[in-house]
C-alpha cells in the first residue's frame, strides 16, 4: 500500500523580498489570513508554534562531480580549487570550455550523465528525499513529514556557484491538509537565503535572530561537517541538535573524525544514519536477553558483518556500539581494497579475551536509497561448546554468503531485520526533531569509532 502526499493548502507562494523585510513579511502573511472565503469560512490555522529548523542544502555541483568520481574533498558548497580542478577534469573529458567553473552547460553534462548511471533518472538523490537541485521554498518536500506533525519555522540555506551577488530571500508558508483533522490547519514558514558560501557567511550574524525564540532550534547540516566552517560555527553554538546524516558523507573515515571533534566540543550532534541501525541493535540485544544466553554473551569473540560496498559508517557504528557495550578495546585496525573492501578488526575484552571482526563491503548490483546500508551480522564463538552464535539477515539482502560459509549452521539464533518503513531522511529528521541534546549511546559508540580511524592512521 502506498501512502499518497498530503493535499498542500498555501498561505504563501514564494515571494522575494529583502533581508531586512522577512519577519515583517511572515506577520503580513498571517494578517493577511482570516478574509472571508467563498464559503464564508477558512479552517483555523496554527502558526510555527513548535520549533525552528535549519537546513544547510549544499550546492548540486559537488554532489554530482562526486557521484561520478571526479571529486573527493569536502561537500560543503565552496567552488574552491579541489572542485575546479574537479570541474576541468570533467569539461576535458566532455570536450567542454575549461573554464573550472560550474557552467549551465556543465551541469547539463553532469546531470545527463548521472541519469544514464541511474537508468533515466532525472535527479541525484543525496539521502534527503529530494534531488540535488535541493530545497526551495517552492518545493517544501523536506518540510512535509515534520509540517504533518509540528507547526514549525524552516529556513533554508542554499550555497550557490557562480558570482557573488549577495544573498537573495525568499519567504512562503505551507500547510498539510489532514483529513482526520481538516478543520485546522499546521503550517509551516519557510524562509530561504541562496547565495555563495561566502555570501551566506557574511549574513551568518542575522540567522541567528530568524530562529523563534523560546523554542527549540536544530540545523540539519548536510554538507560535509566542519568544526572551522564560521557559519557551521555559529549556529551549532545556537542550536539544541545538530543533525548530520553519515550516509552522504563522501570521506567517511575522515568525516566520522570530524563529528568526535564536534562531540568533544560540546556540540549535541545527532545522526539520522545511527537512527537506521536501531532494528539490528534491537535484534542483537534480543538474541542474548533470555538468561541463558546472557551468560554466554562473554564468549563471543568473533563478528561479521556485511554491508553494501560504498560507505562503511553503518558497519563502523554497529561494531562501535557492540564494543562499547561489551567493555571491547581497540588494538588494530586493517583495511584491504578490492572487489570485496575488507576491515579486520582487533579487540581485547575482559579478561584479556582478544576479539576478532571483519566488516566486508559487498558489491551489490541493486543500490538502495542509502548508501552502506547492513545487509548481514554474525556474532559467534571459538568455543563450540557455548552456543554463542546469533545470525541476523535484512529481508532484502538476505544471509546468502554467510550461510555459504557455513554461519547458518555455526549460528543458534537466526533472526531477520524487517526493512524500516522509511529510511529516508525527512522521515527520520521528523523523529529526530522530538528530542534534543546529546545522545549518550551514541556519543560512546562514536568515540569508539574514531579510536579504531585513528589506529588506521597510527
Known amino acids: 500500500m502506498t501512502s499518497q502526499s498530503p493535499t498542500i493548502f498555501s498561505l504563501q507562494a514564494p515571494k522575494d523580498i529583502s533581508l531586512s523585510d522577512i519577519e515583517a513579511e511572515l506577520n503580513q502573511i498571517w494578517q493577511s489570513y ?49 572542485t575546479q580542478t574537479a570541474l576541468r577534469e570533467l569539461q576535458k573529458k566532455h570536450q567542454l570550455p575549461d573554464t573550472g567553473k560550474a557552467t549551465p552547460e556543465t551541469l547539463a553534462v553532469l546531470r545527463e550523465e548521472i541519469a544514464k548511471r541511474q537508468g533515466g533518472g532525472l535527479t541525484v538523490d543525496n539521502g534527503s528525499g ?20 509540528n507547526p514549525c519555522r524552516i529556513i533554508t540555506l542554499s550555497p550557490i556557484a557562480g558570482e557573488d551577488e549577495g544573498v537573495k530571500a525568499q519567504v512562503s508558508a505551507y500547510c498539510p491538509i489532514q483529513k482526520q483533522s481538516s478543520s485546522t490547519l ?24 530568524l530562529l523563534i525564540g523560546g523554542l527549540p532550534k536544530f540545523i540539519w547540516w548536510k554538507a560535509t561537517p566542519d568544526p572551522t566552517n564560521p557559519l557551521f560555527k555559529r549556529l551549532a553554538g545556537v542550536c539544541n541538535n545538530v543533525i548530520v546524516d553519515s ?29 537506521r541501525l536501531l532494528g539490528w541493535q534491537e535484534l542483537t540485544a534480543e538474541a542474548y536477553d533470555p538468561p541463558q544466553r546472557r551468560s554466554v554473551l562473554a564468549e563471543v569473540d568473533r563478528v561479521n558483518i556485511d554491508y553494501e560496498k560504498g560507505n562503511p559508517v553503518q558497519a563502523l557504528m554497529f561494531v562501535s556500539w557492540l564494543a562499547s557495550r561489551l567493555d ?12 570485496y573492501d575488507i576491515t579486520k578488526i582487533q579487540f581485547v575484552g575482559k579478561e584479556q579475551r582478544q576479539i576478532e571482526v571483519e566488516l566486508a563491503g559487498v558489491p551489490v548490483a541493486d543500490i538502495g536509497e542509502v548508501a552502506g546500508d547492513l545487509i548481514a551480522l554474525r556474532l559467534n564463538s ?3 561448546q557455548a552456543n554463542a552464535g546469533t545470525l541476523i539477515c535484512s529481508e532484502t539482502g538476505g544471509c546468502m554468503r554467510m550461510e555459504t560459509q557455513g554461519g547458518a549452521q555455526s549460528s543458534g539464533v537466526f533472526q531477520q531485520v524487517t526493512s524500516l518503513s522509511e529510511q529516508k531522511a525527512e522521515v527520520l529528521l521528523s523523529q529526530q526533531v522530538q528530542r534534543w541534546g546529546r545522545e549518550a549511546l551514541f556519543e560512546e559508540s562514536l568515540a569508539v569509532t574514531a579510536k579504531l580511524l585513528n589506529l588506521a592512521n597510527s
Open 130 to 149: 529530494v534531488g540535488t537541485s535541493g530545497l526551495t521554498a517552492s518545493s517544501p518536500t523536506i518540510a512535509d513529514e515534520i509540517a504533518l506533525r
Open 34 to 82: 482570516g478574509i472571508t472565503g467563498e464559503d464564508g469560512s477558512l479552517p483555523a490555522a496554527t502558526r510555527a508554534t513548535t520549533f525552528s529548523l535549519v537546513v544547510y542544502e549544499p550546492e548540486e555541483t559537488q554532489f554530482l562531480l562526486a557521484a561520478l568520481g571526479f571529486y573527493n574533498g569536502p561537500i560543503d558548497g565552496i567552488i574552491g580549487p579541489q
Open 382 to 384: 571459538t568455543n563450540a
Open 247 to 275: 550516509c552522504n558523507f563522501n570521506k567517511p573515515e575522515v568525516d566520522l573524525l570530524r563529528l568526535q571533534e564536534l562531540v568533544e566540543s560540546g556540540v549535541p550532534l545527532a545522526d539520522l544514519n545511527w537512527r
Open 328 to 339: 571491547w578495546l581497540p588494538v588494530s585496525f586493517q583495511e584491504e581494497k578490492g572487489d
Open 186 to 209: 499546521v503550517c509551516c514558514e519557510y524562509i530561504t537565503l541562496s547565495g555563495t558560501a561566502a555570501a551566506l557567511e557574511r549574513v551568518g550574524g542575522m540567522i541567528p535572530s
